[in-house]
């Protein structure tokens, strides 16, 4: 059981639906992204698109980590 399951952590996703958020899989996409985007066969288009995307991820792991320190102190 991961630690966002024992505290009931839910964040809503772009699609309006809820799920529970992976913290080690959006790291795991933020990889694949920096892998992608230093790729220089990757082009613009595609890398507005993962940077986009990247600032996403990176919200939701911020808000995962306020979430997890909040409960730790609380």
Do not use: H, W
């Not at 892998?35 to 792991?61: F, H, M, Q, W, Y």
């Amino acid at each position: 059981m991961s630690f966002a399951d024992k505290i009931g952590l839910k964040l809503k996703f772009e699609n309006d639906m809820e799920k529970k958020f992976d913290y080690a899989k959006a790291m795991a996409e933020l990889e694949q992204i920096a892998s992608k985007v230093e790729d220089p066969k990757t082009s613009l288009d595609d890398i507005a698109g993962l940077v986009k995307r990247s600032g996403e991820l990176i919200k939701s792991c911020r808000d995962y980590l306020r979430t997890v320190r909040d409960s730790i102190e609380g």
